[in-house]
């Protein structure tokens, strides 16, 4: 008779981890969704069709992802988090390329065909945001303490100008999405039914993100861990 031997039993996550693991996996999926299926359904080989290409895959899918980053990088702190920073900032450098060339190609259809810039209420929502997605890089930088730009600044500011830069990015992000609910119902874009299932999504979008960064802030401040210290060190 042999004597049975324990097999050891694999530690369940707790629940605030289940529930941050679904949450993200629900964004990932819904940004797939829409971002793809709006630049495929909409694009049809004329220079106007790359603007809703670029702008979703810019927005939805770049910005989208690096913003689960910082997210996920707010409560980690040495080489971890220096190597979560640099793969935000990739993720946020890929969505301004993106951004930038859908703003040219409408720019330059505009010229074309001989119609006013920055008349609609979508456009102009555009502007803004395509304003704040070129400074909002730029203040990541000065934010990077590897940058050496933000020890130049009193100890007592450094906190806020990295609050400042995670509030403004929410804030462009948000507007993207403003800005991409207002374009959805226009007749060069609109699809019936398929653009009611976009707008769902990209609202769906901002609820999910709002409920991962919710939970996700949730846990830490419970602990009792500052996390304007981790400012000091990265």
Not at 140 to 156: A, T
Not at 199 to 206: M, P, S
Request: glycine letters at 8%; a positive charge; hydrophobic letters at 55%.
């Amino acid at each position: 008779m042999y004597a049975m031997t324990s097999q050891p039993v694999p530690a369940a996550k707790p629940p605030q981890q289940r529930v941050l693991g679904q949450l993200t996996l629900a964004l990932h999926c819904t940004v797939a969704c829409v971002a793809l299926s709006i630049a495929f359904v909409l694009f049809d080989n004329t220079l106007f069709a790359w603007h809703p290409a670029f702008m979703s895959i810019g927005y939805i899918v770049f910005m989208t992802e690096g913003l689960i980053a910082a997210i996920q990088f707010r409560h980690i702190d040495g080489p971890e988090r220096v190597k979560a920073i640099w793969s935000h900032a990739l993720l946020q450098l890929r969505a301004l390329i993106c951004v930038l060339i859908g703003f040219g190609v409408i720019y330059r259809n505009k010229i074309l065909l001989g119609k006013p810039h920055f008349m609609s209420l979508h456009a102009k929502f555009g502007l803004a945001t395509l304003v704040l997605s070129i400074l909002m890089p730029l203040w990541g930088l000065v934010s990077f303490r590897r940058m050496g730009f933000i020890q130049r600044f009193p100890e007592r500011w450094q906190p806020r100008i990295k609050a400042a830069h995670r509030q403004l990015g929410l804030l462009t992000w948000l507007l993207a999405l403003v800005t991409i609910e207002l374009a959805l119902p226009h007749p060069a874009v609109h699809k019936g039914h398929l653009t009611t299932a976009w707008q769902a999504g990209v609202g769906l979008l901002a609820v999910l993100l709002g409920a991962l960064s919710i939970k996700s802030f949730a846990g830490p401040k419970q602990l009792g861990g500052p996390e304007d210290a981790l400012c000091k060190t990265v």
